[in-house]
């Protein structure tokens, strides 16, 4: 099977990215938006990209408009927003959609390696959370609802 890091996504700035840079870490990959109630887990997401990211830990943030249209700004608003308001250093990638005909491959398949309550594999709103572990195999999926230092655990057990 296809490792996560065999994927290729658009950077912000629309150009191709090989996950493959990120080959032998662990990562969260996230589908974020600027204008939600979970906004504020961006700290939370950055607080751990800095406290594990030299042992081998990275998140991976995918901005998404699909829910209320939450994420409307265009790659610049968007970076703009991370960097002044929460210091975001973690990369932040081109604006996606994660479910429905339109999702991004990579999307489709954490959906697939880690549904949802009662198998579901339709994301239900904004920072829902995939780990990832080094051999680039999905291991969990969090609600929007799980705080980034709930996770923190589990990030250690992969590390």
Known sequence: MTAITD???????GKPVDLSAYAG???LIVNTASKCGFTPQYQGLEDLHRRYGDQGFAVLGFPCNQFGAQEPGDAAEIATFCTVNYDVTFPVFAKVEV???GADPLFARLRQDA???MGTTTIKWNFT????DRQG??????????TPASI???IEKLL
């Open 7 to 13: 994927f290729q996504v658009r950077g912000a700035d």
């Open 99 to 101: 479910n429905g005909s």
């Open 137 to 146: 195999n999905t291991v969990r999926r969090y609600a929007p609802n799980d």
């Open 25 to 27: 870490r662990v990562l």
């Open 152 to 154: 923190a655990t589990d």
């Open 129 to 132: 959370k995939f780990l990832v």
């Open 115 to 117: 549904p949802g309550l």
